[in-house]
């Protein structure tokens, strides 16, 4: 079964940078193609919400509360997707949670599978004023 692994979060300041990752990964097959991969985030006490999105040929789209502080990319070849954090403030501090639209790879019989709707288990950014 697939896996997508998020990594990177943790406690800043008001101001300050951090640079979450998401890592897919799969125990027993060949990851083939990740089709779009997301950034999403809850902040306590409300639901989750879209942070940004970068397509497998790279378009990328944001959020207004993010837009020119926050950067998604990803690299294809390593199954990985990133978010750079810049310029945090309180009303950041959320679980940033990675979500993979639709992922195709080879299972440990070679057959060519896709699935839909991939989640990681989120990671916490606490930002302090």
């Known amino acids: 079964q697939v896996q997508l692994v998020e990594s990177g979060g943790g406690l800043v300041q008001a101001g300050g940078s951090l640079r979450l990752s998401c890592a897919a990964s799969?125990?027993?097959?060949?990851?083939?193609?990740?089709?779009?991969m997301s950034w999403y985030r809850q902040p306590p006490g409300k639901q989750r919400e879209f942070v940004a999105r970068?397509?497998?040929?790279?378009?990328?789209t944001y959020t207004d509360a993010v837009q020119g502080r926050f950067t998604i990319s990803r690299d294809n070849a390593k199954k990985t997707a990133f978010l750079q954090l810049n310029n945090l403030t309180p009303e950041d501090t959320a679980v940033y949670y990675c979500?993979?639209?639709?992922?195709?790879?080879?299972?440990?019989?070679?057959?060519?599978?896709?699935?839909?709707?991939?989640w990681g288990q989120g990671t916490q950014v606490t930002v302090s004023s």
């Open positions: 979500n993979a639209d639709q992922i195709t790879y080879y299972n440990s019989r070679g057959t060519l599978t896709t699935r839909t709707n991939y």
């Open positions: 799969l125990a027993s097959g060949t990851i083939n193609s990740i089709n779009d």
């Open positions: 970068a397509a497998r040929g790279g378009t990328t």
